[in-house]
Structures are given as structure tokens and as C-alpha cells.
Nanobody, 112 residues
Framework: QVHLVESGGGLVQPGDSLRLSCAAS???????MSWYRQAPGKQREQVAF???????NYLAAVNGRFTISRDNTQNKVYLEMNNLKAEDTAVYYC???????WGQGTQVTVSS
């Protein structure tokens, strides 16, 4: 069992940056780690994932603006978000092992 806690969300203006963090209660080394998001009235979607070899993949809408990273020594995963847009507004969730473990989410609101 892995308990995940996200942090770092907030209210920002278009063009700003945020860094989300996800802290795990146990080792994340065995797992593919992902960030998902869910906007009001929309389905949850995968934003990015990073596997055990540090291979990364991104949703087309965020590719080039967001960067996922992991620190297996601290059992943390990060999502660096740059040039934020209004359409990035959502609750962002950390996920381990392809949907087995979820955090509680952190709200990101991009508004002028």
C-alpha cells in the first residue's frame, strides 16, 4: 500500500508557473508514476507519466510546457507546469502503478 499526498496547487494567472509535488508513504521505485487531472464536468485524463527508467510521456495539450520528474530517494514525484493556461484549471492527482494508488488531489486554478 502506498499513500500519496499532493501539494503545490493554487490560484495563478495565465502565463505563470507552478510546481506540484507528490509525496509517497513508501517506495515509489517499483512503480510507473503519473499525474492526472480532472476539470469540472470533464473526465479525468492522464497528463504525464514517468516510468522506472525515467521515460516520460505527456498529454499533447501540455507537451513542451509541463515536465514530470521523480526522486526515488525521497519517494517524490513532481510536475513542473509553465506557461499555464485557463484550460489547465483542474484538480490534479498523483497516481502510482497505473491507477492502483491515488492521492486526494490538489486544485490548480488559472485565471486572470
Amino acid at each position: 500500500q502506498v499513500h500519496l499526498v499532493e501539494s503545490g496547487g493554487g490560484l495563478v494567472q495565465p502565463g505563470d508557473s507552478l510546481r506540484l509535488s507528490c509525496a509517497a508513504s513508501g517506495s515509489i521505485s517499483p512503480y510507473v508514476m503519473s499525474w492526472y487531472r480532472q476539470a469540472p464536468g470533464k473526465q479525468r485524463e492522464q497528463v504525464a507519466f514517468i516510468d522506472q527508467s525515467m521515460f516520460t510521456n505527456y498529454l499533447a495539450a501540455v507537451n513542451g510546457r509541463f515536465t514530470i520528474s521523480r526522486d526515488n530517494t525521497q519517494n517524490k514525484v513532481y510536475l513542473e507546469m509553465n506557461n499555464l493556461k485557463a484550460e489547465d484549471t483542474a484538480v490534479y492527482y498523483c497516481n502510482a502503478n497505473w491507477g492502483v494508488y491515488w492521492g486526494q488531489g490538489t486544485q490548480v486554478t488559472v485565471s486572470s
